[in-house]
């Protein structure tokens, strides 16, 4: 028996647009689903051979070193080839690739394939002359601007290792992850917009690399060359893009790599510790990407799409640098916040581009909802064929307000269901195939092994998510730490299944609504946060003896971050001060999207008479929801206490 869907309304796509889509119709996506799974290798091979090999692969999945699933052993490629000289080849030279769309609303760029390319050559030319080469860490701080995907592209030319650091996370976050990669050099700008406001980003690289010995220069690239460069220090190690560019030679032929080289590094929050290097490589990654954006997304030439979301996440990588590139589209790429310099920025980018397909976040949708309906309308988004949703749960009123004031109640949407791990899209309707669900990512894509199970590994209606089978864009490991990608991934099951960490739900359709993390992980906005990584920030505080912070359902964000902190005995200070200071110690060691809504400073946190903190009762207090089971609680008044200074 499977459990009733949530939400029961359903939404099949218009028959003009199934008559057109690149994968049309129930029974053609059942077939195509059975035979990938029954077939994997002439699947997935199939597929790979629409692209471009330097040699082609031996066999096209290796599990004998399982959970480290190899795909397309022996084949050669350059992710870049398929990305660019492909299309060059193929006479879109002048297509554009790019449409920039500055913050400042009259900064614009466009750059064709053509163009994308020479600046990769040149770019991969700079990194060479800089000393880097293939397998070297190389890490990206940068701003929205056309510079981060070329850069990225540039280390992949040549085969360097590129991890991009989100431009929200602090001096700390950056040197972290430099210090675990051991990078070589870092590419910054000298700034950027954010909301009118200039960020110091070269100000922040420079903290953040003082004492990280592996870094050997900073490549910094001038924000815009026709002003004034944005306020900056200068030390022996640095160099101007624009000064070193023109010295470098303009072509750069392509490095062949291995399908299992290494192509990205991408930390990301689990429930323990700190950040995690995912790895990931060439040939899964690239073939899945490709996939992936040519179905989910039904790019076609003539699209233009648009993702919101920042390279410096995933959804960046796989969803505006590599998937799309690889298919040959326009797409537009902005700077900026969507309520700068107000609230309807995001649809006069929508109506100015013609922009076809839209893929943004579901907190970015509860956002224009709640700044009202006036800021919509008064755009034409009639060039509108498609909408998708990614990073978080969205709800059904979401999802209505979305089909019926963006998609004219004539657009599909693909909510899609993904994770830094898995590279790319894992179940998401197909445009032309699903009869959508508000609030459900439906159904799995191609390849994918899906299955809603309890603990033991049997299959359940309501339980844990579960990926049966590898797929190519699975990641490869965790940088550095073997024992926790086994631990955290293919622990659950004994090791045969991937553990996403999230909970799910199937329906009587079988269809598949994802409830949100298992773990310690929340997720703020879309991005995740390990509830682990703040609590050691404020334990770092001398007066903090102990802390558990928790997520707590927020109407814009999706979750919010609530914080219990306990103050050492006989350490006297105001609560306003701490919070200050803690607050200040958040922006300074993870970035200032991670800062809690609130702080609650108690003398004592429930727990187990094994000493274990109970978070379902803090969750339970938060949400002002009555207690559950509590016969477990050492101390039952503890609870009583903190329920009153949660209120106060
Ligand atoms: C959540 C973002 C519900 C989920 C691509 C997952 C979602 C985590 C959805 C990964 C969705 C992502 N519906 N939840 N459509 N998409 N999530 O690594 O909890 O930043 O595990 O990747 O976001 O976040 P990550």
């Known amino acids: 028996m499977s459990a009733p869907s949530p939400d029961t309304r359903k939404f099949p796509p218009t028959p003009e647009f199934v008559a057109q889509a690149n994968l049309s119709g129930v029974e053609a996506y059942k077939a195509a689903h059975k035979r990938s799974l029954d077939d994997p290798e002439g699947f997935w091979g199939d597929i790979a051979s629409e692209l471009t090999w330097m040699k082609p692969w031996d066999k096209v999945l290796d599990d004998s070193k399982a959970p480290v699933y190899e795909w397309f052993v022996g084949g050669k490629t350059n992710v870049t080839v398929n990305c660019l000289d492909r299309h060059v080849a193929n006479g879109l030279a002048d297509q554009p690739a790019i449409l920039w769309e500055g913050e400042p609303a009259d900064e614009t760029r466009v750059l064709t394939y053509g163009q994308l390319l020479a600046e990769v050559e040149r770019f991969a030319n700079v990194l060479k002359a800089l000393g880097v080469g293939k397998g070297d860490g190389v890490s990206i701080y940068l701003p929205m601007i056309p510079e981060l995907a070329i850069s990225v592209l540039a280390c992949a030319r040549i085969g360097a290792v ?14 972290d992850r430099v ?95 700190k950040p995690k290097g995912v790895m990931h490589t060439t040939g899964g990654y690239m073939v899945y990407t490709y996939l992936t954006s040519k179905l989910t997304f039904d790019l076609k030439p003539g699209d233009v799409y648009w993702c919101t979301a920042d390279v410096g996440w995933i959804t960046g990588h796989s969803y505006i640098v ?11 790429m902005y700077e900026g916040a969507p309520n700068s310099p107000d609230e309807s920025r995001f649809w006069q980018i929508v109506e100015k581009y013609k922009v076809s397909i839209f893929y943004t976040a579901p907190t970015a949708i509860r956002a224009f909802m709640k700044w009202g309906d006036q800021h919509v309308v008064k755009h034409d988004l009639s060039s509108l064929r498609l909408l998708g949703t ?128 298992v773990d310690d992980v929340v997720n703020v906005s879309g991005h995740r946060i390990g509830t682990a990584e703040l609590e050691s920030v404020f334990v770092e505080h001398p007066a903090v003896a102990e802390s558990a912070v928790i997520g707590v359902p927020h109407e814009i964000k999706g979750q919010g971050l609530v914080a219990f902190v306990i103050i050492r005995t006989g350490v006297e200070g105001e609560e306003a001060v701490w919070r200050k200071e803690l607050t200040a110690m958040v922006d300074s060691k993870i970035g200032k999207f991670a800062r809690p809504e609130k702080i609650v400073f108690s003398a004592d946190l429930p727990k187990t008479r094994s000493g274990k903190i109970m978070r379902r009762l803090l969750r339970d207090i938060a949400e002002d929801r009555p207690l559950g089971n509590v016969t477990t609680l050492a101390d039952p008044s503890v609870v009583d206490n903190l329920k009153e200074k949660f209120k106060a």
């Open 162 to 175: 590129h991890s991009v650091i989100f431009a929200g996370f602090s001096a700390e976050s950056i040197k």
């Open 179 to 273: 210090m675990d990669q051991k990078s070589k050099l870092v590419i910054t700008a000298d700034g950027g917009w954010r909301r009118g406001k200039a960020l110091m980003l070269k100000d922040i690289v420079d903290e953040g690399v003082a004492d990280c010995s592996s870094i050997e220069k900073v490549l910094v690239v001038q924000r815009h060359l026709d002003k004034e460069p944005f306020p900056h220090t200068w030390n022996d190690r640095d160099v101007w893009y624009h000064e070193i560019a023109p010295t470098v030679p303009a072509e750069c032929a392509p490095e062949e790599m291995d399908a299992e080289d290494m192509l990205f590094l991408l930390y990301t929050s689990g429930s323990t510790g």
């Open 390 to 517: 990614v990073g978080e749960p969205i709800n059904p009123e979401a999802w209505m307000w979305y089909h019926r004031l963006i998609g004219a109640e004539k657009c599909p949407i693909v909510d899609t269901w993904w994770q830094t791990e898995t590279g790319g899209h894992m179940l998401t309707p197909l445009p032309g195939v699903t009869a959508t669900k508000p609030g459900s990512a439906t159904t799995p894509f191609l390849g994918i092994d899906a299955a809603v199970l309890d603990e033991d590994g049997n299959e359940t209606d309501r339980g844990i998510l579960a990926i049966r089978k590898p797929w190519p864009a699975m990641l490869r490991g965790v940088w550095g730490d073997e024992q926790r990608f086994k631990d955290t991934y293919w622990c659950k099951w004994g090791g045969k299944y991937y553990f996403p960490g999230d909970g799910a739900i199937k329906d009587e359709d079988g269809y598949f609504w994802i409830t949100g993390r």
């Open 322 to 332: 590599y998937g799309i590139l690889q298919n040959g589209v326009a797409q537009v």
